[in-house]
């Protein structure tokens, strides 16, 4: 059992299939002593049917729901990793608080699961009005990777479903409920933004916010706004981000922020002024080095090369290959650095830098895990095979700023190490560099303005790179013509060695030896993989498609942070084959925005204007490429239309539903290809 609470138990259960499929899912089912009350099932029905309407990478999935011998269940997405309850009890003991980085982007991510949730719409365009009404520590979940989910709708309150609240019963964990909350009075977003105030101040410090001997006490507490506490116990605390936190914390709704977009830009400010990096990996790597989850990099070592270096994780059936050695712990070097090098370098491979390093002749061969890396923090990691320190380097877990070790010998800048130094050389991941500096096209992540940006450089066949960036998280694209050419990220699961050996079962042992020659022989990991007969030329040219693809949607995804175009900027690498330019922008964009987005986006259009097709409109509609439906529904449009009449006609002739509609709107005008007056 993974947890009990005061309606549901939640159980770890696999889910098998045919073909060995196999997956590990949450069981939510509600306890068998209330399974009779007909109200409380009809809200755990609710909370089904509203979670499992919702879709958004911060929100925990619903996969199933169900009855099992008369008793109802969903099947949830399992995280591995902990509450955050668990979390602020982990840390406290130990006497600590939470960084400043890592709690200000766990809050970020859940604010981006509210302003998805308060936004939702239907699929007929009409607000839900969802406030989740249970924004608290245990259903903040905070995976092993550093990704962080909201759960558990089961007292969300929403316009599509039945009030089941019955007067003057308050629903809630005490502690984390809005002064309206907790008076029965009216909700909007802006109370879950309260609760969530509270969960960032007790990150801060640790401790409850609110206390009091009894229930009646803490809710007195929290209603007058007592915040002794957080002076208390939070003189460590910025004033920049106390203010921040205060601000949440208003008694008066119409005092706090006003959505949690603006929350988010608020937070967004603090970390920049302050110099904190956000981003998934800098949680999980401030949770390794805390000893909170065993660290595992993408790239995985043999159990059997170096036992005493390599632990498995009881709960996993796979090896955890790198770990930071414990006080005390002292590290097993290879029986002899010649012998560990000449093993993994062949006689034509050797780069000059270690030549002084090779002999030959011993017979025997040692684990290739040469390298160890100390953070700016202290933190020694390791030790890793050379491919795994590229990935670092490819993806910006390791900078300028980081020291590494080769073989033993004492840590020295990443600058200073030769073979290293190459990757750092190259445009294409100096993430380091402030390109805000080296132009004036600068923008403020919003909903319609990314995706203005992107066509725009289609549209008008730019050259240069486009740059978003997101606290420490950043994705670069860069674009010839107007047509997307390369890509890099700080995502590792984007890497194109990741990406093939997820999806094409490319063994890891086999990926990390081509990583590496490639880079010792200087040429494109494509080029080696197909060498070695491990992927087509047709393979490799999909997946580094898909690979600026899954880019080009994670950068328009965003919505904070801040967006950069350098005109003329140029990569420095292998240039990929990419499809046609506008179809290729399309296909992202209809990706990375949800229906009730979009709807947002087109609501002026909607209310006004009629819109009608351009000179290049028919060139334009062939070069995007759109699904059959958004195409129907644009030439539709082009005839002459409004936006409200267009989606009456394709519901009244079954061709198209509303949504369809107002993506193939949104595509038209992005594209040039429709113009709106009025």
């Known amino acids: ?86 979390l602020i009890t982990r840390i406290a003991a130990r006497r600590r608080t939470v960084e400043f980085g890592p709690a200000l982007h766990i809050v970020r991510e859940v604010l981006q699961a509210l302003d998805y949730v308060h936004n939702a719409r239907d699929d007929e365009g009409r607000a839900l009005g969802i406030v989740h009404r249970d924004v608290a520590p245990s259903n903040i979940l ?20 039945d009030s089941r609240t019955v007067p003057g019963e308050l629903k809630g964990k005490i502690g984390y409920v809005s002064p309206e909350q907790a008076l029965g009075m009216p909700l909007d977003g802006r109370s879950d933004l309260f609760s969530l105030g509270i969960v960032l101040a007790e990150l801060l410090i640790c401790e409850p916010l609110f206390e009091g001997g009894n229930e009646l006490a803490i ?81 995985q070592q043999k159990p059997s090369v170096i036992p005493e270096l390599v632990r498995q994780d009881a709960s996993d059936d796979a090896f955890v290959d790198t770990v930071a050695l414990a006080p005390g712990e002292s590290e097993a070097p290879p029986a002899s650095i010649a012998d560990a090098l000449s093993a993994v370098l062949p006689d034509n491979d050797v780069p000059p830098e270690l030549e002084h390093a090779v002999s030959r002749g011993r017979g025997r061969t040692e684990a290739p895990t040469t390298y160890r890396i100390q953070r700016s923090g202290g933190a020694v990691m390791g030790p890793f095979r050379l491919a795994a320190v590229l990935e670092m380097l490819a993806t910006g877990r390791l900078s300028i700023d980081g020291a590494v070790s080769r073989l033993g010998a004492p840590f020295v ?37 990314a995706p203005e940006v992107v066509f725009g450089i289609a549209r008008n066949r730019r050259t240069g790179l486009l740059s978003g960036r997101r606290g420490s998280e950043q994705v670069r694209i860069w674009f010839v013509d107007g047509t997307v050419v390369f890509s890099s990220s700080t995502d590792p699961r984007e890497l194109l060695g990741s990406r093939l050996l997820e999806t094409d079962g490319i063994p890891r042992d086999a990926l990390e030896e081509v990583v590496e020659h490639a880079w010792r022989t200087g040429r494109s990991l494509g080029a080696c993989l197909i060498d070695r007969g491990l992927a087509t030329p047709e393979r490799v040219d999909a997946a580094l498609r898909e690979q600026s693809w899954r880019r080009l949607v994670a950068l328009l995804r965003f919505r904070v942070g801040e967006l950069a175009f350098v005109e003329g900027a140029r990569h420095g690498e292998e240039p990929s084959v990419m499809p046609p330019r506008l179809g290729f922008v399309a296909s992202a964009l209809l990706s990375a925005y949800a229906a009730d987005e979009v709807a947002s986006v087109l609501e002026r259009v909607e209310h006004s204007g009629v819109l009608t097709g351009t000179a290049q409109g028919r060139v334009l509609v062939a070069a995007l490429a759109l699904p059959e439906a958004e195409r129907v529904a644009l030439c539709q449009a082009q005839r002459g239309a409004t936006l409200r009449s267009l989606m009456q006609d394709g519901v009244r002739s079954g061709t198209f539903d509303a949504r369809v509609a107002r993506r193939a709107v949104w595509v038209g005008l992005l594209s040039g290809a429709l113009r709106c007056d009025g």
């Open 1 to 86: 059992m993974l947890g009990r609470g005061g309606m549901a138990e939640v159980f770890v259960a696999r889910r098998d299939g045919p073909h060995g499929f196999s997956k590990r899912v949450a069981i939510k089912r509600i306890l068998p002593q209330l399974a009779q009350d007909p109200r409380l099932v009809a809200m755990f029905c609710d909370e089904a049917r509203i979670q499992a309407a919702l879709s958004h990478p911060n929100l925990v999935e619903v996969f199933d729901f169900g009855e099992h011998q008369g008793q109802p269940y969903i099947a949830l997405e399992y995280v591995e990793g902990m509450s955050v309850a668990e």
């Open 142 to 161: 905070v995976g092993r990777q550093g990704q962080v989910k909201l759960g558990d709708f089961g007292i969300v309150r929403s316009t599509a479903i």
């Open 219 to 299: 809710l007195q507490s929290l209603h007058s706004g007592n915040l002794a506490k957080l002076r208390s116990a939070g003189s460590h605390i910025p004033a920049e981000l106390k203010a921040v936190v205060v601000k949440a914390l208003s008694r008066w709704p119409e005092q706090r922020f006003a959505s949690a977009l603006e929350f988010a830009e608020a937070l967004d400010g603090v970390a920049q002024r302050l110099g904190e990096g956000l981003g998934a990996h800098v949680l999980s790597e401030w949770l390794v080095d805390m000893g909170l989850v065993a660290l595992s990099s993408e790239v």
């Open 413 to 449: 800048a990443v600058p200073s190490m030769v073979e290293l130094a190459r990757m750092l050389a190259r445009p294409a991941y100096r993430y380091y560099e402030p390109l805000a500096l080296y132009t004036k096209e600068r923008w403020a992540f919003q909903l319609e303005q």
